[in-house]
């Protein structure tokens, strides 16, 4: 669909709308049929810095030389909140860490996988641990906090829907009535997918649970039912904005706040979101525990044995992790240390801070009325049911690059990632295959944007064949692409009942011709939809990150390790 000019634009414009006006009348129909000590002095703080993070990898140095050994961990996102406590505890032991930061289901394989060559894991949950740890490699694995996983909604939200009153004092709320608010349409909520991310695997996993109306874990039987499965689809119909990353749901809800009235995260991160938005002039998010049932994450840290002789070093930081001054800074981020959920440092100022009544979060062990998880067949079947049926469709709209420069391996790189991230056979093995109500998108660009294909339900191989079959030539315009995604993602046919991204690949610098006019209708549309941007080869990052910014997204950073795993990723995140 070339653009080089007035008539040849809107020539080009008209065709696609109207391939998407007939495929989005298919796509509709599909929908139908389916659907320290405690003064806080600086001598009991960390490190003055905190270490940067690159390519999601995060390393602690000891701060007086230390042993020499440096542990290579596989880590859930939301440990980057717990980073003066880490240092703390390099500090203390003498011992290095690597951070890995990645989603459950990577932690999860890194264990089916005989744990690679990592040292320890921590995921935020211990049924990671149980599902992945097929051949027990795991060791000496202790809990180093507690933090429930709560319904964080904005206060005036809150009040309005009479959960709340205006000193920020909760009432009960259980399932059904969460459920009733987002039947209404009075209820909107930002959640991490169940099948990427531990927070979100574990509200759905506890809403099941509460649904039963028992105290049991949840079994095959009650998974089957029909009613069950009919509840649960209401609750997830109220999710406006998914993600791979409990981390940067935070981070999107802070930066738009307006658009986002309510997340199911982390009760720490809702008290990190707070700070954030008190401090950008914003109301509070008020953290909702559901009466009838919440998950708590453990978070467990634990030993990879590969016989590679670094338990002694990793018993040295698990137990400076463990002392009263690196729990005094784990509380102040708002990880619960406690025995049975409680706050072991209530009376430190820091802690005061981040446990906040008026906030709606409680210090009450009591409140925690933790469900308890399924077994791991069953929870493999409950995020089974999740990916495929459950959870709300979405459409995702692939900008790829085909300029010259993609020929050969970047054009390959680009074809297996599509495959890993869309067929639904290689999909379903990291769980983010397309499911009937879903709609995929592929346009590739060049010097403009060439054509582009649709794909409604579970029937990708349109968008894999001109994957495959698409030339490789002419310069970089990714502004061209993404203007034409702009049509897709405002057709309301095609975004009727589903969450909505944006995701864009490129290996060059664009040509900046169309930035200016890709911006002024991006913030007119006022769709506030996200673009993830995937730079390999010589992507400009200034450029992608500009992009990631005005658009509330993510730059995924493609240049190191393997491509396909990053299509995956960002797939993850819709």
């Not at 109306?213 to 095959?220: R, S």
């Not at 982390?266 to 953290?287: R, T």
């Not at 900008?399 to 390959?412: E, F, I, N, P, T």
Request: aromatic share 6%; charged share 20%; with cysteine.
């Amino acid at each position: 669909m070339g653009r080089g000019g007035t008539d040849g634009r809107a020539k080009g414009r008209h065709g696609f709308l109207a391939l998407v006006a007939i495929l989005a009348l298919t796509c509709v129909a599909l929908l139908a049929a389916c659907s320290a000590p405690g003064d806080g002095s600086s001598d009991t703080t960390a490190a003055e810095t905190t270490p940067a993070i690159e390519n999601n990898v995060q390393t602690f140095t000891p701060a007086k030389g230390g042993s020499g050994t440096t542990l290579k961990v596989a880590s859930g996102s939301e440990n980057k909140e717990a980073a003066d406590a880490i240092q703390k505890a390099v500090d203390d032991s003498g011992v290095g860490v690597e951070l890995h930061y990645m989603g459950s289901l990577d932690i999860m394989q890194v264990l089916k996988d005989g744990g690679d060559d990592y040292d320890a894991v921590w995921p935020a949950s211990s049924i990671w641990l149980t599902m992945g740890d097929v051949d027990h490699v795991v060791k000496d694995a202790q809990s180093t906090s507690t933090t429930p996983v709560v319904l964080g909604v904005a206060k005036s939200k809150a009040v309005e829907l009479g959960w709340a009153d205006d000193t920020g004092a909760t009432k009960p709320v259980s399932t059904s009535q969460i459920i009733d608010a987002v039947s209404s349409g009075k209820l909107s909520f930002a959640m991490t997918s169940a099948t990427q991310s531990n927070s979100g695997a574990s509200a759905y996993l506890a809403f099941l649970t509460a649904l039963t109306g028992k105290d049991t874990p949840l079994t095959a039987d009650e998974l089957a039912d029909t009613a069950l499965q009919q509840k649960m689809e209401s609750l997830l119909s109220g999710v406006d904005r998914s993600s791979g990353s409990s981390d940067w749901l935070k981070d999107m809800v802070v930066k738009d706040p307006d658009a986002h009235p309510a997340m199911v995260n982390y009760e720490s991160l809702v008290a990190q979101a707070d700070k954030e938005l008190e401090q950008a002039g914003h109301e509070p998010l008020l953290a909702i525990y559901p009466s009838d049932g919440i998950a708590v994450s453990d978070s467990p840290l634990g030993y990879v044995d590969r016989g590679q002789g670094t338990e002694d070093a990793f018993q040295s930081f698990q137990k400076a992790l463990g002392s009263d001054d690196a729990k005094l800074l784990l509380e102040r981020v708002g990880r619960r240390t406690g025995l049975g959920g409680r706050v072991a440092n209530s009376d430190d100022d820091g802690v005061k801070q981040t446990f906040r009544a008026d906030w709606g979060i409680s210090t009450d062990a009591g409140m925690l009325k933790a469900v308890p998880m399924p077994a791991a067949d069953v929870t493999t079947q409950a995020l089974d049911l999740y990916q495929t049926k459950l959870r709300r469709p979405s459409l995702t709209i692939w900008v790829v690059d085909y300029s010259g420069s993609m020929r050969g391996d970047g054009k390959k790189g680009v074809v297996d990632g599509l495959t890993q991230a869309l067929d639904p056979t290689e999909s379903a093995k990291s769980m983010v295959q397309p499911t009937d109500g879903d709609a995929n998108v592929l346009i590739p660009f060049s010097s403009h944007a060439i054509n582009a294909v649709v794909s409604a339900g579970t029937d990708t191989s349109s968008i894999l064949s001109l994957a495959r079959d698409t030339d490789a030539s002419g310069g970089t315009n990714i502004y061209a692409g993404l203007d034409q995604a702009l049509d897709v993602a405002t057709n309301p046919e095609m975004t009727k009942g589903r969450t909505v991204a944006i995701v864009l690949m490129t290996d060059g610098k664009s040509k900046t011709d169309e930035r200016d006019q890709f911006f002024s209708r991006y913030e007119a549309e006022g769709t506030g939809i996200p673009v993830f941007s995937i730079m390999f080869g010589d992507a400009e990052p200034d450029q992608l990150d500009e992009i990631s910014e005005r658009t509330n997204g993510k730059t995924f950073d493609g240049r190191t390790g393997d491509l396909a795993t990053v299509f995956r990723t960002v797939k993850g995140y819709n």
